[in-house]
DNA sequence: CGGCTCATCTTGTCACTGACTAGATAGTTC
DNA sequence: GAACTATCTAGTCAGTGACAAGATGAGCCG
């Protein structure tokens, strides 16, 4: 990727990325300031326009982040359905990166490392998909991954704005959705997945 | 600037939110200005104060008609899939309102008029989601209910986030939910579309 | 050592915004 | 027509994003 470098701060860069993931994921992104990243990390105002141009470089930057983090997820996960439970996971995990990956209108659509970060979430998610429980249901293995994709994103989305909390209550969110998994692609068709936990 | 200004301006309020919701359906809830909307309506930058209180009150304001509305269109629609469905279009059709509705961070969440009609489109949701095909499934009622929801949820995110732009391509994406909301509840389980409620 | 380059950061500034205050105006009621 | 209240205006303040120009210091080469 790129070499930070230690200079004036330390690592300036990283620390305003990491006070930001603490304010997203407690207010949201609406909440975010540049000013006050930067008093934060105790330098000038303007200190964080030059590493990520404005405001919107800065989430951009927070989106490139997240979708890098969850094409990793998703690949450690073996099978359709804990591909699934990773993705709810991931966004359980890192509040913050998934609220602003899935809200286009906050970031810089050209900016390459967010380019090629989302493109390598998407062939992540694409094959995961792709390795369906077969095309027993007699439809369209297309449609069948975007039911997978949204009942994923679904109950992920609906969990972080604290919908699910009473319906779920104490349950474990992954282990309830691991169930709802099983709603949709019912494993006795052809599923052997052996679980590794 | 404007000078046929009348004092009174006939009906500000809904003005104020007409616009607000062309704002928000166009740029996001982020991008929304009491002094812009004020501007568009031909008033003094303080006076949309007086209506919503605060940009927040604003913001409170379009979730509750958006409650409204969206309890409106569940009652309409009969039948689970058929309420799914309604879903989906709602978020379609009041893609301002959706979007509004599901960020509790950008609401007040004691205001009785929101209070009100988000109590009223949660039972709607559940009067629809209780009208399941039956406990065949064998598994939880609610857990089958949250599924649903989930299913509905995340699609219509999804669509609205311009991510099933590709996937969905021309077909009519409340079609294409329907294929999905049979996927999760095949209708030869035991229903052959029971209730009429 | 001396000078150069460049990324990093500071200082200063501007227009814009939300929130607050006090006061003006118009519609309503008695 | 006078009081009352809802509606709107005008003025102000601190906070913010963006921009410009300059200061700082690290790395490099002679």
Same mark, same amino acid.
């Given at each position: 990727m790129n070499s930070e470098r230690v200079y004036h701060h330390g690592d300036l860069r990283?620390?305003?990325l990491a006070s930001a993931l603490d304010v997203? =994921?407690?207010?949201?992104?609406g909440a975010l300031s540049l000013r006050d990243l930067a008093r934060r990390a105790g330098v000038s105002h303007a200190a964080p326009t030059h590493h990520f141009k404005d405001r919107t470089g800065l989430l951009t930057a927070v989106a490139a982040e997240g979708y890098g983090l969850f094409?990793? =997820? @998703?690949?450690? =996960?073996a099978g359709l359905r804990e591909r699934g439970v990773a993705y709810v996971r991931f966004a359980a995990e890192h509040p913050a990166h998934f609220q602003v990956m899935f809200r286009p209108e906050?970031?810089?659509? #050209?900016?390459?490392? @967010?380019?090629?970060?989302?493109?390598r979430a998407t062939e $992540?998610?694409?094959?995961?998909?792709?390795?369906?429980?077969?095309? =027993?249901?007699?439809? #369209? #293995?297309r449609?069948?991954?975007? $039911? $997978?994709?949204?009942l994923a994103h679904g109950f992920a989305t609906l969990l972080l704005s604290g919908n699910l909390d009473a319906p779920v209550g104490d349950r474990d969110p992954e282990e309830v959705f691991r169930v709802l998994a099983g709603l949709l692609f019912p494993p006795d068709a052809a599923a052997t997945t052996p679980e590794s936990s």
């Open positions: 990283r620390a305003l997203i =994921a407690t207010d949201g992104p094409a990793d =997820a @998703l690949a450690d =996960a906050l970031q810089h659509p #050209d900016d390459p490392r @967010l380019v090629a970060a989302k493109a $992540a998610l694409r094959a995961g998909i792709s390795g369906l429980p077969g095309t =027993a249901r007699g439809d #369209d #293995d449609l069948a991954g975007i $039911a $997978a994709w949204s």
